[in-house]
């Protein structure tokens, strides 16, 4: 079992930039595969960008490609993900996932572990 827990959230205006951190309990962080989605209100749950346990292999989606980048810190068993020029789109509550298993894995269903979200405004 692992917690997690987000921040770094807040009110930015656009192009601003943000940083997100997750921080995750246990000793095992550096085998988990890690996850960050955001959910806009009215709207499902999208993934944003994923990276492997060993931070050799990162994912994004095609919305946040060249604008947000995920990093890990497994000694401080953290996950970042940082946000440059944010756009009112960005807007939603985001979340931090862990999934279990050496290979990184697209999907949803095939996260774990799931943070309680923070959110995230950018305004025009």
């Known amino acids: 079992q692992v917690q997690l827990v987000e921040s770094g959230g807040g009110l930015v205006q656009a192009g601003g930039s943000l940083r997100l951190s997750c921080v995750a309990s246990?000793?095992?962080?550096?085998?988990?595969?890690m996850g960050w989605f955001r959910q806009a209100p009215g709207k499902e749950r999208e993934f944003v960008a994923s990276?492997?346990?060993?931070?050799?292999?990162?994912y994004y989606a095609d919305s946040v490609k060249g604008r947000f980048t995920i990093s890990r810190d497994n000694a401080k068993n953290t996950v970042y993900l940082q946000m440059n020029s944010l756009k009112p789109e960005d807007t939603a509550v985001y979340c931090c996932?862990?999934?279990?298993?050496?290979?990184?894995?697209?999907?949803?269903?095939?996260?774990?572990?799931w943070g309680q979200g923070t959110q995230v405004t950018v305004s025009s």
């Open positions: 246990g000793r095992t962080f550096n085998t988990y595969n």
């Open positions: 996932a862990a999934q279990v298993g050496t290979k990184l894995v697209a999907g949803i269903l095939n996260y774990h572990y």
């Open positions: 990276i492997s346990w060993s931070g050799g292999t990162t």
